[in-house]
Each structure stands twice: as C-alpha cells, then as structure tokens.
C-alpha cells in the first residue's frame, strides 16, 4: 500500500498548571500526522510525547519520514522511532483499516465521567470547590492527588484533612509519579490500607522498584504507569491495575483489543493530546467502562483551553491548524 504522509506541528497553553514531582507543565507540544493511501482513505494520528525532553529527538524522526512512502517501508522505519510516533502511525493506520471506527460523540464532560486533578498547591479548597459542584450533581466523584512534592509531613497533613472531608461517594487516587521510597510508601499503605475510598497508588515507587511494587500490593491496590512506559513487557506480566496511555503506547491497537476482550483492572489516561488523541481516549474510555473493572478515567478535562485543536472531528483540526 504506496501512503502519503503529512504532519503539523501544535501547541497550546494549558488552562492551568499541572505539576506532579518529576514536571511541570504550562504548555503542551506536539505533531497531528494525516496518512492518506490511495483508495482516499484517511487516518489521523497524534505524536504527543509526555516529556519535553522527548521532543526534539520525535521532530528529528519525523523529518525523516518521507512524504511518499510505501506502508512495509514506513512500518520498518519505525521500528526504531520513539514510541509516540509509532503510536500516531499505528493509529492512523489502525483508523484507514477500520480497527477502531470512533463514534461520532462520547461523553467524558461531566465531573463523574472523569477523575479530577488537584491543584497540589490548593488541595483543601480545590477539594471544596469540586464538593460543592458535586452536591448540585448528587453522583459520585474521583479525586487524583499528586503527592511527592512537598515535605512528607505536610503532605500526611493534608491526607488527613482530604479523608476527613470526603464521604463514601468520593474516590480518591494517590499519584507520586515514582517520587517515594519504600518507607514513606509503607507508612501511607499502612495508613489507608482499610480505607474504602482509595482507588490505588499509582506509581508510588521508582519504576525500577517492581519488587517494593509487588510488595505494596500486598496492602493496597497498586497502578503501575511510567513502569509500563519504561518495561513494556510488565502490561502482560502485571497482575495489579495499569495505567493505560494510548499515545505513549507503540502501538494502540494492543490496548484496544484489550479491552475489546474485558480485560480487566486497566484505567485509562490523557497525556494532554488534542481532539485528534483524544479520540482514542474516549474510545477506550468507553469499552473500559463497559469491563468487568469499570473506574473513570482519567482524562483532566478541566486542564484544556477552548480551541479548534479540541473539537470532535479530526479533519476539522488538521483544516485549521
Ligand atoms: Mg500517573
């Protein structure tokens, strides 16, 4: 199949900062690829690398991408290109063969469809702020908290404010994005180990810490995310939950058939992409919700500006941008 390949660059301000221990993010950077072939079949894919860092080495293997390319030569190509682009490439080609045919709208805007990030700087008062929303509402909510980033004594400060504040119909995530050791991850599972509102800990020990991981499964449910980015063999060995992050994933395709096939305790989340990635996430979103382990995930839409980039149809974005 002979594939004619586009890319533009985005960018776009985040309505508000969001910081976890490792970075902080004001902006997010990234490429929306288009492949067409020649039976007029289009797809869409995203190139939506997590660290900044990531950026300059993707736009160098883009460059390197013909606009005319053969698909055996373009898989071959980027056997060796970081994961993102394999992800946007193995997306749009996912789309032009009809493995993922999206729907024409999903709904993920409401406070119950989506865990709600914390402002790590405002905790208590975001906290209320969410609450007050929530009691209009009546439904359950989620919370993510990023801790890791201040002094632990203050953080278990504010653990006990959060879990005197919150009744049974909130849901509380933990995130140290590998920011904590083994003795202050112990000291919080011993904390909340009988505590009925955590989801999990996600990612409370260095990536490369899989037996002090195992080992806090033990006490508390344990979410593996930037692990799996760093050993992508764990999604298959990985007993606990997994945070899934479909752009920052090879290939997508995997994680679709996943959860076409109800595997269970998988959760899904943003790595900041526009409406072109986030078709993906509401896609997966949706067959995660219908699974044995339904939670919602965790898309931050309260972090996104009002743009074109966001809009429901991918033809429209790459029109504008
Ligand atoms: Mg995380």
């Avoid at 946007?88 to 119950?112: Q, R």
């Avoid at 469809?113 to 007050?132: C, F, G, Y």
């Amino acid at each position: 199949m002979n594939l004619k390949f586009q890319k533009k660059s985005y960018c776009f301000y985040l309505s508000s900062k969001v910081e976890n221990s490792k970075e902080t993010y004001l902006k997010k950077s990234g490429w929306i690829i288009k492949l067409s072939n020649y039976d007029k079949k289009i797809g869409f894919g995203e190139v939506a690398p997590l660290l900044k860092k990531d950026l300059k080495k993707c736009e160098e293997q883009l460059n390197m991408i013909p606009e005319y390319i053969e698909l055996s030569n373009l898989s071959e190509q980027i056997n060796i290109f970081h994961p993102c682009i394999q992800s946007a490439i193995n997306s749009a080609l996912a789309e032009i063969n009809g493995t993922i045919i999206f729907k024409e709208n999903y709904f993920f805007d409401e406070i119950d469809q989506t865990a709600m990030l914390l402002n790590p700087n405002n905790v208590i008062s975001d906290l209320n702020e969410i609450k007050k929303k929530q009691s209009n509402f009546g439904k359950s909510i989620t919370i993510k908290w990023k801790v890791a980033l201040k002094s632990n004594n203050e953080e278990e400060a504010t653990l006990e404010e959060i879990l005197s504040q919150i009744d049974n119909n909130t849901k509380l995530r933990i995130d140290a994005n590998g920011s904590w050791g083994r003795e202050i991850a112990n000291r919080w599972a011993d904390i909340l180990k009988d505590n009925k509102n955590i989801d999990w800990f996600e990612q409370p020990l260095s990536v490369d810490d899989i037996d002090g991981l195992k080992e806090l499964t033990k006490k508390i449910p344990i979410a593996l995310d930037e692990s799996l980015l760093k050993f992508p063999t764990l999604i298959d060995e990985w007993k606990g939950w997994q945070i899934r992050r479909p752009s920052q994933e090879k290939n997508p395709d995997k994680l679709l058939r996943d959860l076409e096939n109800k595997k269970a305790l998988i959760s899904i989340s943003t790595s900041f992409e526009t409406g072109i990635g986030r078709r993906w996430l509401y896609h997966l979103s949706t067959l995660q919700l219908q699974g044995p382990t339904p939670k919602v995930p965790g898309l931050a839409m309260n972090k996104f500006p009002k743009s074109f980039l966001f809009l429901n149809e991918a033809q429209k974005i790459w029109d504008q941008l």
